[in-house]
């Protein structure tokens, strides 16, 4: 005979110096094993080679100090650096840079192609000023011819299809597009500064003619300024707007990756 097991069993006080388990939320990666990505790490990879080797030339074949004193120099480098961390992380299986990183420098990519191609390239242009690397008015010549397309049009190019075509969508915040603003006003200061510290009639004194203070004061100069930077951060808006709404480009590899072989059947009987 066993002993009858009571009704009501009283409830055992907590054993101290134990916390109370929280629920928690369980990460996608404990889920779903992060993913090699070659194909995306060998593209970056190529396209910040090109745009390096582009800078390398431009710098071998001119002053480097007014070189680097470009926009499209420093965005391309900047490029260079992005896309080769990119480029590591996903041959390597972890998680993409911040968005807000790799939103700023696609941003100061297309701005670089828009500028030129608009302002600089464009013959309808008051501020034409197609051997803008050269400091010249005629076309580029020799390997500028080479260098100038890949830092104006093949690079944002590039990075504008690495954006639609290898990154997943949704990524993109409308808060940090207002910090992205920060480095062309850095930039509009450092040119500034640069002119004024040059001595009059030194060549490429002010490296872009909508920047040049020389030709068109101060007044229209803030006024050239203030057009560039509202179209830049309507640029960015843009980028955000359209990130949220484009369809994603890795749903069909993710949805093949995470099939595991086991099918389920209905049940017998």
Known sequence: MTAPIPR????????????ALLPSHVPATAVVAPARRPMAATC??????????????ELALGSPLRTLSHFAIQSNILLALIFT???????????PLPPALTGATLVYA????????????????????PGVLTGEATGPTGWHVITTHV?????PIAALLDWLLLTAPGQL??????????YPLTYLAFTLTRGELLVPGTPARYLYPFLDVAQHGYRSILANA???????????????????????????RVHQRAKTGFRLQPPVG
Request: avoid cysteine.
């Open 151 to 155: 830092l104006h049009t093949a690079t």
């Open 85 to 95: 961390l990119s480029a590591r992380r996903a041959w390597t299986a972890r998680r």
């Open 226 to 252: 203030l057009l560039i930077g509202l179209a830049t951060y309507a640029l960015a808006i843009l980028l955000v707007a359209l990130d949220h709404a484009r369809p994603n480009p890795l749903r069909h």
């Open 8 to 19: 009501d069993i009283p409830d055992l006080p907590a054993i101290p110096g134990i916390p």
């Open 173 to 182: 915040r409308l808060r940090p597009a207002a910090t992205w603003m920060l």
């Open 44 to 57: 970056r990879l190529l396209v910040a080679l090109v745009a390096a080797a582009a800078v390398a030339i």
């Open 110 to 129: 297309i701005i670089t192609g828009l500028t030129y191609h608009v302002l600089l390239a464009n013959e309808a242009s008051p501020f034409m000023l």
